[in-house]
Nanobody, 126 residues
């Protein structure tokens, strides 16, 4: 089992910044890929960014490229999402997710992730 807990969401004005953090615990040695997804009301869950659990191979959705940065803190077992130049369309519940196993497959598909956090709300006002 892996437990994921997100933190850092909140309300910010357009153009502002927020930093999300996802703390992992449990069988973290089985994790090889971490990602952030988001879901706005009435919309499907969408991919935001991913990173190897060991760090590296960062990849971003086009909608956030150049504004968001995903990073890994090995000492704290966390994955962070620095969000700059926020826009009202970034408003959503943000989830971190972990993919486990031996197959080192890079994926942006929500159903291919094994564990999810409870989500943290990000609201960007115009």
């Amino acid at each position: 089992q892996v437990q994921l807990v997100e933190s850092g969401g909140g309300l910010v004005q357009a153009g502002g910044s927020l930093r999300l953090s996802c703390a992992a615990s449990g069988r973290t040695s089985s994790i090889y890929l971490m990602a952030w997804f988001r879901q706005a009301p009435g919309k499907e869950r969408e991919f935001v960014a991913r990173i190897w659990w060991s760090g590296g191979s960062e990849y971003y959705a086009d909608s956030v490229k150049g504004r968001f940065t995903i990073s890994r803190d090995n000492a704290k077992n966390t994955v962070n999402l620095q969000m700059n130049s926020l826009k009202p369309e970034d408003t959503a519940v943000y989830y971190c997710a972990a993919r486990l196993g031996m197959a080192m497959v890079l994926t942006n598909t929500p159903m291919e992730y094994n564990y999810w956090g409870q989500g943290t709300q990000v609201t960007v006002s115009s």
